[in-house]
């Protein structure tokens, strides 16, 4: 799920060193199918040079006897030129899909290396080494989408995400002017711009897996940002397709914090 946050390698926009920077904290909770299943605490921070930050995502309520999840991520990178995110780590551990699960990313050369992988994912299909270079990690892509729209206004492009076992191709097209859904005690409302975007998963996918179809099919989502007092433009709300869970709301439902 947290892929589909992330989208990045903008192409014809500004360079993120334009960008105020800017240091905030958000959490939101996640709504699946209308019932409050995950919470999401995102803590981050951008300077001209670079970016880094860290994430928690835990399944709550009757929903996480069901779908159990309490995962720590956490990421570095730069910003270089021609409009480009330089990732420098990205690791994620915790419990996810029945298992403690650890992955770390090491990047070189704008190439990820998986230096930990555990358990190992026999069952799944290996994303082709070739297909690697140039792919960004899922929050790395989340900040460069944030750092383009607040110096350019834009958030039109493409980008490859690789979560250490899944490859991922997302397109980005915006913004529309748009208010952000009330539902669900959505504490920022109003006015906002709203990127669209599309995921789809292109590798990596589980061997014979009578899903295959319904996981490679296009996955259509949405990020409202909104100009916040004392932060500038950030995300505030986020909706997106799942191949098997559907329709997923990430709300913000508490202030924004340093």
């Known amino acids: ?9 903008f192409i014809g926009t500004a360079w993120a060193q334009n960008a105020a920077p800017v240091s905030a904290h958000e959490k939101f909770a996640a709504y699946v199918h209308d019932l409050h299943a995950l919470d999401t605490e ?3 921070a951008t300077q001209p040079w670079g970016y880094g930050g860290n994430a928690h995502i835990h399944s709550i309520g009757m929903i996480g006897w069901f779908v159990r999840m309490n995962i720590t991520a956490r990421m570095e990178g730069h910003f270089g030129p021609d409009n480009s995110v330089a990732p420098i780590l990205y690791d994620s ?8 699960r650890h992955v770390h990313l090491d ?3 704008g190439t990820p290396t998986v230096t930990v992988h555990t358990p190992e994912e026999t069952d799944r299909e290996p994303v082709p ?13 989340m900040i460069r989408l944030l750092q383009t729209m607040r110096s350019t206004g834009q958030c039109n492009g493409s ?13 980005v097209h915006g913004p529309v002017a748009d208010n952000v859904p009330e539902d669900h005690d959505q504490i920022e409302k109003g006015a906002a711009l709203r990127c669209d975007f599309i995921g789809q998963q292109t590798a990596g996918f589980i061997k014979d897996s009578p899903n295959r179809a319904k996981m490679a099919a296009p996955q259509p989502g949405a990020v409202w940002f909104k100009d916040v007092n004392g932060f500038g433009l950030l995300p505030v709300r986020v909706e997106f397709e799942h191949p098997k869970l559907g329709h997923i709301s990430l709300v913000l439902q508490t202030p924004i914090s340093h």
């Open 129 to 141: 080494s070739s297909d690697l270079p140039g792919t960004i990690d899922t929050f790395s892509g």
């Open 93 to 100: 551990a915790g419990l996810s899909r029945g298992a403690q």
């Open 1 to 9: 799920m947290a892929a589909t946050l992330s989208l990045s390698g």
């Open 159 to 171: 980008a490859n995400v690789f979560d250490g076992a899944r490859l991922t191709h997302l397109t």
């Open 107 to 109: 990047y070189k050369d």
């Open 42 to 44: 995102v803590s981050f």
